[in-house]
């Protein structure tokens, strides 16, 4: 139990409680979990099991085999929710598995924190080589508490199945592997400490901010509220014993770790990104609509994460594509899919903006496949597409899955948001034109500028001057600029307590591009962070100024997934449309005319808003007001000899 929840129980029954001893009556005694089919059986007298995710598993002669995709099994969210709690003085850790892909953090079983804040909880699982077990006791004095992870002496056999048990009895861990003792620390001492927000979870590794889900098998687990002795350790382990003889299979059916998606869409080429649970080499096979174009693009090196950039392309074209990996015998395919290049100048195109696919995976998928019902040409992301940058499972599990189809048939032009956490997994995935921390790029009569809004924006850094060159450089109709954090929003919150102070209205890393973005004409920027939408009055400096005399719109669509915040109880001076709801945004461009629209989670339009440019007042009206003399209309390629593309 932890102090806290001791703390708010001690003033009301006094003594009463304060007198029991730490292994309080009520606390749950042996529990054992068998496998069953797909499922986790909960014996008598066990916990069931409280959630179980949607990670592919399958039965197996002796016991489920698991993907790895992430960890199935979750018997509470939180120690602290659990009926008398865990016993903490003394405590067994039991299971019987096979492990198929080695990892740095395997989990088994386990109810723990291991971040930045906390170091608690207990677990029993693997790493690259050896099994270990890990306690934190309220014995080690450290605020916020501190794991010891005990590792094996032996290290495990890939495939083969093992007996591990951990124990730990207030003063000793101990760890066997097959009946054996294979390692002893006296570190920890005292109850095993939970902060009481340890998820208790069976087939992975699973904290705060990680979920390393096992790639194996698994038939039983138990935990026990005493501390075995190694005779009941060697009688446990000859239950099973027939099962540790046999020796190593591994599964080499190849699966995807993430199925085959699109990134980078130019008029001539698309990058294709997929992963593998397993190395394997790829292929993949793109045609057009006739059939007079074939071709095959593969990589041979064996690659868990493959990434082939289809070049030679004609613009705004539809191809058929189909990623094939293969290793030894086993070959997967993706299934034929398809894409459209990116439209040329002139061509008429939609997109559609979506930011902050970080939480809420059910809200995730019903925006991406709303997205994706308007058959958009392209996606782009305002960041934040997952919880946690460096978490593999939210990636492979939350973010990946539910986009799509939406992002098997669309590519994604994705910034960093803070939660990317500039993870390496963020650049492994996402296939981006240099530097891709930020880039821009064309599609139709339109130039996108890709912020950061993670690094700085500050005058001379290198990122305004390379955004300042680039805008200079842009000979298109219609100039967006896209990064994570608003650089103006009437949120309540996030920049000053609204309600109680004052507000700095947006990011100040952010607000550094304004003047840029006004300097040259940027018609809309998009950001994401704050979970609501918001659109702004057009904007020159902190002032309204409508969009043809050259202010810029700020858009704020942050309505992917994550848990919704809230605005300034009172308007600001440049807050226009606001919406508090889950939402996507939509715009479709043809001969200089932008029509744009937000649609919320149940596909009900609640922005609508059109941009025009055909008598080029915007571009006159702005040099008019910079006192600048131009022709009527500031030259764009429309404007250019037709030979001179
Ligand atoms: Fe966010
Ligand atoms: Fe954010």
């Known amino acids: ?226 501390a075995i002795s190694a005779a009941e350790v060697r009688r446990r382990f000859a239950r099973h014993a027939d099962l540790a003889a046999l020796p190593p299979e591994i599964d080499t059916t190849l699966a995807w770790m993430v199925e085959p998606f699109l990134v980078w869409p130019t008029t001539d080429a698309m990058s294709v990104v997929a992963e593998t649970m397993a190395p394997s080499a790829m292929e993949v096979r793109v045609r057009d609509e006739s059939g007079d174009f074939q071709r095959t693009w593969r990589n041979e090196q064996a690659a868990r994460i493959h990434e082939f950039r289809i070049e030679g392309l004609d613009a705004n074209t539809k191809y058929f594509y189909e990623v094939v990996a293969d290793a030894g015998k086993s070959s997967l395919s993706g299934g034929v899919k398809t894409f459209r290049t990116a439209a040329d100048r002139g061509d008429p195109f939609t997109f559609v903006a979506i930011g902050d696919t970080q939480s809420q995976p059910a809200v995730v998928k019903r925006i991406a496949d709303l997205a994706f019902e308007t058959r958009p040409s392209l996606l782009v992301h305002a960041g934040d597409l997952v919880t946690t940058g460096g978490d593999k499972g939210h990636w492979t599990n939350h973010f990946f899955p539910n986009m799509r189809p939406l992002i098997d048939r669309v590519a994604i032009m994705p910034v960093l948001g803070n939660h990317e956490q500039d993870a390496k997994l963020y650049y492994d995935y996402m296939s981006l034109p240099d530097p891709e921390r930020w880039y821009s790029f064309s599609y139709g009569d339109a130039d996108f500028f890709m912020i950061d809004g993670n690094r700085s924006l500050a005058d001379r850094s290198a990122q305004l001057e390379w955004l300042e060159t680039a805008l200079a450089a842009s000979d298109a109709e219609w100039k967006f600029a896209v990064l994570h954090q608003p650089p103006w929003t009437s949120d309540s919150d996030d920049y000053g307590d609204t309600y109680q102070t ?144």
């Not at 008598?44 to 039965?59: K, M, Q």
């Not at 040259?520 to 702004?536: A, I, K, N, Q, W």
């Open 1 to 226: 139990m932890t102090d806290r929840i001791r703390f708010i129980v001690v003033p009301l029954l006094g003594f009463v409680v304060t007198a029991l001893p730490a292994r309080a009556h009520g606390q749950v005694g042996a529990q054992r979990w068998t496998t069953a089919g797909t499922e986790l059986e909960a014996a008598s007298g066990t916990l069931a099991v409280s959630e179980t995710r949607p990670i592919p598993r399958a039965a197996v002669a002796s016991g489920l085999a698991l993907s790895g995709r992430g960890t199935p099994f979750v018997i509470a969210p939180r120690v602290d929710g659990i009926a008398g709690g865990l016993a903490t003085d003394a405590v067994t850790l039991e299971a019987w598995v096979s492990i198929d892909t080695p990892t740095q953090w395997g989990g088994v079983v386990g109810a723990i924190q291991d971040n930045a804040e906390a170091e608690t909880g207990m677990i029993l699982g693997y790493g690259y080589e050896k099994p270990y077990f890990g306690i934190a006791s309220t014995g080690v004095d450290d605020v916020d508490g501190k794991l010891t992870y005990l590792e094996s002496s032996k290290p495990y056999e890939i495939g083969k199945w093992h007996h591990l048990v951990g124990t730990y009895d207030g003063t000793t861990m101990r760890l066997y592997v097959d009946g054996e003792p294979v390692a002893e620390s006296r570190d920890q001492s005292g109850p095993v400490r939970f902060r009481g927000d340890e998820p208790l979870v069976i087939g992975g590794y699973v904290d705060r901010n990680e979920d390393h889900g096992l790639d194996g098998r698994l038939l039983e687990v138990s935990i026990l509220p005493e």
């Open 502 to 645: 004052s507000s700095k209205r947006g990011d100040p890393n952010a607000r550094n591009i304004t003047s840029l973005l006004e300097k040259h004409g940027v018609d809309l920027c998009f950001s994401g962070h704050v979970h609501d939408y918001e659109r702004t009055f057009p904007m020159v400096g902190e002032d309204v100024v409508p969009w043809d005399e050259g202010g810029v719109i700020y858009v704020t669509t942050a309505g992917g997934g994550g848990h919704l915040e809230d605005f300034d109880p009172a308007n600001t001076t440049f807050g226009h449309r606001k919406a508090r709801r889950h939402h996507f945004v939509y715009c479709g461009i043809h001969d200089g005319i932008l029509e744009f629209q937000a649609m919320d989670e149940d596909g009900r339009l609640f922005d609508v808003l059109t941009l025009d440019k055909r008598d080029g007042r915007r571009s006159v009206a702005r040099a008019a007001r910079e006192g600048v003399e131009i022709a009527p209309k500031t030259p764009t390629w429309r404007d250019a000899p037709a030979d001179g593309r």
